[in-house]
């Protein structure tokens, strides 16, 4: 007997969190539910083609109605489900998976938020389930990289990761596509992050030390700056066990100086200003302006690279590691290298939390796996992972 499965917010994402459940989670049953019954519909009917058997079911769902949420969930004999609707529903998700005993996992967006869901760790361990918030690419699949990359060493020191979704092709002026919402993008712009220097945790603020990264081609050099959010939980999870823990995020030569522009004139901010007589917050106007211009057209492809340098003992000497991730749109089933890496992490997790591998409880996402069990998964997929030793 396989796993029942459900898809909260069955969008990009979480279509491509369905398709890989459907391809490697001993699944029964995905329920693929959204607010928007049409997407859900036409989303399940996609993943039952791919896959070549009638999998996915849609329905449509309301999830700020727990009660319903909850209904879902048990009537489906749901195991673990993925939650793809904004990050500021997840609160409310995480109780009703303790109510309805499903394990959890979701894309995330918010450190604070991802935090109070940890929170709810006695109440998980009662209902037997886990929560494991803050999946995707970054966070997400960089945590679990980050935790690979520790289980290297007998001793890890430092843990310096960059990452980055870009276009295959790069086109004037911006040089960048978006294959998510541009709320993500802006989000990540705004605001701090946290790192680890010197062991202690610190808040480090968007673009800031930035760097030029040379990657092997067809990649070639990227610049790389500080964003918003990327390292999660991480700071307290190895806090006194590593003396730097970063994460930058990487992009084609030119989009730092435009965007540290923007968020220089305010414009990436949240508080209204007036304008000719009305208020508007300056991100709305940025977004409706700016956003139907980096939209990818159908015809873009896009990239996702994901590097973490390590440094520590091993095998009694000290030595320095690079592991390289990079995906591609993948032609064969139309997914985006960003849907690829957001929504195969979640699902990755989500496999794992069904078929009982995971802790119980909440159980922050660099812990849920284990880096070689996850390199693994990786692997099993296809992904181009390299790993290179540097004395």
Sequence with gaps: MGYRYAILGSGRQGTASAYDIARFGEADLIVMADADLAQAERNAVRVNRLIGRE?????????????????????????????????????????????????????????DLTRQQLAL??????????????????PGLGNSLCAYTISLFDEAWDILMYDGGIPQNPEPPWNYILTFNIEGLTNEYFGTTIFIRDGQPMEMTCFQEYELVDFPEPVGQLEAFTTAGGTSTMPWTYAGKLRTLQNKTVRW???????????????????????????????????????????????QRDLVVVRVVGRGIR?????????????????????????????????????????????????????????????????????????????
Excluded at 329 to 352: L, P
Excluded at 357 to 384: C, H, I, N, W
């Design 55 to 111: 999998i996915a079911r849609p329905t449509q769902i309301d999830v700020r109605d727990s009660g319903a949420v909850v209904r879902l969930l048990t009537e489906n004999g749901i195991q673990a489900f993925v939650s793809g609707v904004p990050y500021f529903y997840n609160l409310d998700l995480a109780r009703a998976a303790i109510r309805a005993r499903a394990s959890m996992t979701d894309f995330g967006g918010n450190t």
């Design 253 to 299: 030569p030119g989009h730092f100086a435009q965007w540290k522009t923007f968020s220089d004139a305010g414009l990436i901010d949240l508080e209204p200003v007036e304008v000719d007589g009305q208020r508007v917050i300056p991100r709305h106007l940025l977004h409706a302006v700016l956003g139907p211009k980096l939209y990818a057209r159908p015809d």
């Design 315 to 391: 095998d009694g000497r000290e030595a320095q590691v690079v592991v390289d991730l990079f995906d591609w749109y993948d032609e064969a089933t139309g997914f985006t290298a960003m849907e690829r890496t957001t929504g195969w992490h979640a699902a990755i997790i989500s496999q794992a939390q069904a078929r009982g591998q995971t802790p119980r409880g909440g159980v922050p996402v660099e812990l849920a796996v284990p880096g070689p069990a996850f390199a693994e998964e990786l692997r099993k997929r296809g992904f181009d992972l390299r790993v290179e030793w540097k004395s």
């Design 121 to 138: 760790d006695a109440e998980a361990k009662a209902a037997g389930i886990t929560l494991t918030p803050d999946c995707g690419q970054v």
